[in-house]
C-alpha cells in the first residue's frame, strides 16, 4: 500500500494564509478540517503554515513524508444516526520548526497574503514569561513567540493597517483571546528598550490593526486511532501514519475582537457558508458558561453516581434505565434551568450532549472523569446549585445527589463485584476524606465536606445553604 504523499494523490496548491501554532491532533482534526471544509465550499481558498511548538515535538517529519496530508476520521451520533466518515486533508502546505530554522518561521511574517494565525498551546501556554528575551531565537514562550512574529510583520510593511493578522486562539481558557492579547503587550512594554524608537508605533499597530478574538472550541479528538488504522487504510487505499479520530460534534465560537464588527469578520471567516457550527458573537461567555453547565457539570455528575451501581462507561450509564433517567433529570429539569439562554436552544444543545455521552465508538470511562472530583464539582456545578437554590427556592436534589455520590468515591475501598476505590485528587483532600469517613457518621461527614476550606476555598461554609447538609446527610445514609 503506497503511503499518501503528492507521489501517489495530486496536492492543490493555495496561497498561504493561515499560520498555525500547533501540530497536534487537536488543531488537525478541528482547526484544520474546518480550514478544509472552506476551501471545499467557499471562496476562503487558503493554505496552512504549521509550526511546531515545543523544541521536543515528533509530528512535523511524520507529516512531511506525506506532503502534509493526512484523513480525520470522525465517529458518534448525529441526529440519531451512526456516523463513521473519513475526510482527506489537503489545506496544509508546509510545517517548520522554529527551533532549527528561525529565519523560515519569522520570515512568515513578509509574505504580504498571510492573515490568520491560529493556535493551540495548550492551557498552559498562554502565560507571560519575564525572562523571555526580545534576541531570543526564537522564545520558547508562546505569546513571546507571536510577538516577535509580530514586530517583524509591523517593520517590513511599515505599519500598514491592512497587514495585521486575525488572531484565533484554541487555547481551553476562558477568555483566551483576551488573555493572549495582554501578554503580547506586556512584551511590548518589557522591551521597550529593545524596540527603541519602534515602541509606541508598534504597540499603537498591534491593537489597532490586530484582531485578537476570545473563543470556546468543542470536540473530543482522541487522536491517531491505533486498533483501527489498518481498517481505515483499507477504507482510504493509501497507507496514513497520521490520521486524527475524533467525533462528529464541533463547535467554534468566535467573539469579536472590540476594533471588527462581526459582518467583518464573517467576510473574512466565511463559516456559516459552508454550513459549519461555528457561531460568530459579541460575547462567548454565555456558550461558555452553557458548556460548563450542560456537559462538564453532567460528566462531574453522572461519573460518581455511575460508578456506585457498577457502571463504568459513560454510554452505559446514559442507556441505564435508572441512571439514564437520573441525568435526563438534572440536565433538563435543574442545570438549564440556571442559565439565561433561549430554552430551545439550551434543548438543543443539551440534547447534542446526550447524544455524544451515547457514542458508540467511544469507551469514555467514568473512574477517568472522577480525576479531581471535588475542584470539578466546585467549578462545575457548585455555582449551578446556589444559582437554583435562590432562584426556586429549593435545593436541586440530583446534583445533591451527585454530591454524595463523590463523598462516598473518596471513601476508597472496594465496591461490591470487587473493582478497587482508587480517588486521585489533591492528597490532602484525600487524606481529609479519609478522616471523615473514620467518624462512620454520615451527618458529620456531610458536615465536615461542606466546611472544608480545603474543598470550598472562599465559597465560604456550604452548611449555611438551607437544607443542604440534612439532604446531604440522607443520601449519605442510604449509599
Not at 321 to 344: A, C, N, W
Not at 378 to 402: D, I, N
Not at 437 to 453: C, F, H, N, T, Y
Request: glycine share 6%.
Amino acid at each position: 500500500m503506497k503511503l499518501i504523499n503528492s507521489h501517489s494523490i495530486a496536492k492543490p496548491i493555495r496561497p498561504e494564509r493561515i499560520i498555525q501554532f500547533g501540530d497536534g491532533n487537536f488543531l488537525r482534526g478541528f482547526a484544520d478540517w474546518i480550514f478544509q471544509r472552506l476551501d471545499e465550499t467557499t471562496d476562503f481558498y487558503s493554505s496552512v503554515v504549521l509550526l511546531q511548538c515545543t523544541p521536543s515535538g515528533k509530528k512535523l517529519p511524520v507529516l512531511e513524508a506525506q506532503d502534509y496530508m493526512y484523513h480525520v476520521n470522525l465517529q458518534g451520533k448525529m441526529n440519531g444516526k451512526i456516523v463513521n466518515s473519513i475526510k482527506r486533508i489537503d489545506c496544509i502546505s508546509r510545517g517548520i520548526n522554529p527551533f532549527k530554522d528561525y529565519d523560515a518561521f519569522i520570515n512568515l511574517a513578509e509574505q504580504p497574503e498571510m492573515r490568520f494565525i491560529v493556535s493551540n498551546t495548550t492551557e498552559a501556554g498562554i502565560c507571560f514569561d519575564p525572562s523571555a528575551k526580545f534576541t531570543d531565537k526564537p522564545c520558547l514562550n508562546f505569546p513571546a513567540r507571536l510577538t516577535q512574529l509580530l514586530y517583524h510583520r509591523f517593520k517590513t510593511f511599515d505599519a500598514a493597517a491592512d497587514k495585521g493578522f486575525i488572531i484565533l486562539p484554541c487555547e481551553l481558557i476562558f477568555d483566551n483571546g483576551k488573555e493572549l492579547k495582554q501578554c503580547v503587550l506586556h512584551y511590548i512594554d518589557l522591551w521597550k528598550h529593545d524596540l527603541a524608537a519602534d515602541y509606541d508605533a508598534f504597540r499603537k499597530w498591534f491593537e489597532k490593526c490586530n484582531y485578537i478574538c476570545s473563543t470556546l472550541v468543542d470536540r473530543i479528538v482522541p487522536g491517531y486511532p491505533k486498533h483501527e488504522a489498518e481498517e481505515i487504510e483499507h477504507r482510504i487505499g493509501f497507507k496514513d501514519n497520521a490520521i486524527v479520530q475524533g467525533e462528529i460534534y464541533h463547535l467554534w465560537v468566535i467573539e469579536k475582537p472590540g476594533n471588527m464588527s462581526i459582518e467583518e469578520l464573517r467576510k473574512e471567516f466565511p463559516a456559516d457558508k459552508a454550513g459549519l457550527n461555528v457561531i460568530f458573537t459579541d460575547s462567548e461567555a454565555p456558550y461558555h458558561k452553557r458548556k460548563v453547565m450542560l456537559l462538564n457539570a453532567p460528566h462531574t455528575l453522572l461519573a460518581p453516581v455511575s460508578f456506585h451501581v457498577g457502571i463504568d462507561i459513560v454510554r452505559d450509564s446514559l442507556n441505564d434505565s435508572e441512571i439514564g433517567k437520573y441525568i435526563r433529570k438534572v440536565v433538563f429539569d435543574e442545570l438549564m434551568k440556571t442559565l439565561d439562554m433561549p430554552e430551545v436552544e439550551l434543548k438543543e444543545y443539551a440534547g447534542s450532549v446526550l447524544e455524544r455521552f451515547d457514542n458508540p465508538y467511544v469507551n469514555h470511562q467514568v473512574t477517568s472523569i472522577m480525576l479531581n472530583a471535588f475542584p470539578k464539582f466546585k467549578t462545575r456545578v457548585l455555582p449551578a446549585l446556589k444559582s437554583y437554590t435562590t432562584r426556586f427556592g429549593a435545593l436541586p436534589e440530583g446534583m445533591v445527589y451527585g454530591l454524595a455520590a463523590i463523598i462516598n468515591y473518596y471513601k476508597g475501598g472496594m465496591r461490591e463485584d470487587g473493582t478497587l476505590i482508587i480517588p486521585d485528587d489533591n492528597p490532602k483532600i484525600i487524606n481529609q476524606l479519609a478522616t471523615l469517613w473514620k467518624l462512620q457518621d454520615p451527618r458529620k461527614i456531610a458536615e465536615g465536606v461542606l466546611s472544608s476550606e480545603l474543598i470550598w476555598g472562599d465559597e465560604g461554609d456550604l452548611n449555611e445553604i438551607p437544607g443542604l447538609t440534612d439532604l446531604l446527610t440522607k443520601y449519605l445514609s442510604e449509599m
